[in-house]
């Protein structure tokens, strides 16, 4: 496993198109789906997980093999996110009802999803207003600690070398985040 890193992590460092490919095809998806679930925008979530490759490749050479590409790549990601919303909070001068209404379009102009019975609806967007305030309530760290931890299921160390946080900040961020997203379950129930 360990000369199978290493191979690929050679490749990659003489920007071998396969290796590249082959690493951005294993783990493309989570650094999207953690930017999404962080609350970035589809767009912007795309934007992040390419940034998060462009800065992979730009940092190979201080990259040693010895933490799992993953969790190297959910690293990135994490300072990519906080340097995406300082920008945000100095840039934000549009109107909000305007890009939630224009991210239900997609770049052709036709719905991204179709359109639902409006009860279903209804009580889907009620479930997702919940836990958004619920995740919305905790600070970004603990945010990213409950997505690291329970979505993407890194274990503590991981998330520690992640968030440049000991583990043991980390048993204490973890126990609140769950703890509401719990509550939200059983009060959707």
């Given at each position: 496993m360990a000369k199978l890193r290493e191979r690929v992590l050679t490749r990659l460092r003489r920007r071998d198109p396969d290796a590249l490919r082959e690493i951005v095809d294993e783990h493309a998806r989570p650094p999207y789906r953690a930017a999404r679930d962080t609350g970035f925008t589809i767009e912007e979530a795309e934007d992040l997980a390419q940034d998060v490759f462009v800065a992979f490749l730009e940092s190979l050479e201080r990259f040693e093999g010895r933490a799992q590409s993953?969790?190297?790549?959910?690293?990135?990601?994490?300072?990519?996110?906080?340097?995406?919303?300082?920008?945000?909070?100095?840039?934000?001068?549009?109107?909000p009802i305007d890009?939630?209404?224009?991210?239900?379009?997609?770049?052709?102009?036709?719905?991204?999803?179709?359109?639902?019975?409006?009860?279903r609806a209804a009580?889907?967007?009620?479930?997702?207003?919940?836990?958004?305030?619920?995740?919305?309530?905790?600070?970004?760290?603990?945010?990213?600690?409950?997505?690291?931890?329970?979505v993407e299921d890194l274990s503590a160390p991981d998330v520690g070398n992640v968030l440049a946080q000991t583990v043991t900040h980390i048993g204490v961020r973890e126990p609140r985040a769950v703890f509401e997203a719990d509550l939200v379950q059983r009060l959707l129930r």
């Open positions: 993953g969790t190297w790549l959910f690293g990135i990601l994490h300072h990519k996110a906080q340097e995406r919303r300082r920008s945000r909070a100095r840039d934000e001068l549009n109107d890009t939630a209404f224009e991210a239900q379009f997609a770049i052709r102009g036709n719905w991204i999803r179709p359109l639902t019975a409006s009860d009580s889907a967007h009620e479930a997702g207003e919940a836990i958004r305030e619920c995740l919305e309530g905790l600070p970004s760290l603990q945010r990213e600690v409950f997505q690291l931890r329970q």
